[in-house]
């Protein structure tokens, strides 16, 4: 069974220019989450999806950061304009939904620096 | 409200020896609760999870933890480190029964094995 892929794992651009991370979740999974990872700190959830419906964007920067999940399996998520505090490593995690203890699992990241 | 601390960001044992990373939380619920790992560019990995039943909780790789309700802990022990355990740990605290409930990570705390 594949895991949750991520792409591109790598991506340089200067600030101000625009974008965008790709996630596949795990089949079957109807809960999607985009998570931001700072060097040497934990993961902070930007946005959690069940299916298509975003239930969580508390903490999404909306200013600048938008994300989207049509037909409720592949996501994306979009910087536009980039600052160069965005640099950082963006995780996607899918989960069973109404499982108890939903375990998380994560892709690889992608690792965004912005010059 | 939610939160979890990791007392310790680096912990460093000899090859062969106990590992304890500490975990404390607070939760207004009964609480899930996980360590994952994540090695340096890889995803991060369920090692273990508590979610009410029995409160010793065994995981891969030898890993295992306690909840201890009345301490608000939940530690990560295991008997005798291996050179492959040298990663990154982190401690999450998920309260509810459903997707919908908080998820919060920890800081982490870096594991070093020496030879």
């Known amino acids: 069974e594949a895991g949750v892929v991520q792409s591109p794992r790598y991506k340089i651009i200067e600030k101000k220019q625009p974008v965008a991370f790709w996630c596949n979740p795990i089949?079957?999974?109807?809960?999607l989450y985009w998570y931001l990872q700072n060097l040497g700190q934990g993961p902070e959830l930007l946005i959690r999806y069940e299916n298509e419906e975003a239930v969580d964007d508390s903490q999404l920067p909306k200013d600048r950061f938008s994300a989207e999940r049509l037909k409720g399996v592949d996501s994306t998520l979009k910087i536009q304009p980039a600052e160069l505090g965005d640099s950082a490593v963006y995780l996607c995690a899918s989960s069973q939904t109404g499982t108890r203890g939903n375990i998380q699992y994560f892709g690889a990241g992608t690792r965004l620096s912005v010059l | 409200a939610q939160s979890v601390t990791q007392l310790d960001s680096h912990v460093s044992v000899s090859e062969g020896t106990p590992v304890l990373l500490r975990c404390n939380y607070s939760?207004?619920?009964?609480?899930?609760l996980f360590w994952y790992v994540q090695h340096p560019n890889k995803g991060l990995q369920l090692l273990l999870k508590y979610t009410s039943a029995a409160t010793l909780v065994k995981g891969i790789n030898g890993f295992e933890a306690e909840f201890k309700k009345s301490e608000t802990s939940f530690h990560l022990t295991k008997p005798s480190a291996h050179m492959s355990d040298a990663a990154e740990y982190f401690c999450?605290?998920?309260?509810?029964?459903?997707?919908?409930?908080?998820?919060?990570f920890g800081s982490g705390t870096r594991l070093s094995i020496r030879p």
């Open positions: 939760s207004s619920y009964s609480p899930s």
């Open positions: 089949s079957g999974h109807n809960t």
């Open positions: 999450v605290v998920s309260g509810g029964y459903s997707s919908a409930s908080k998820i919060i």
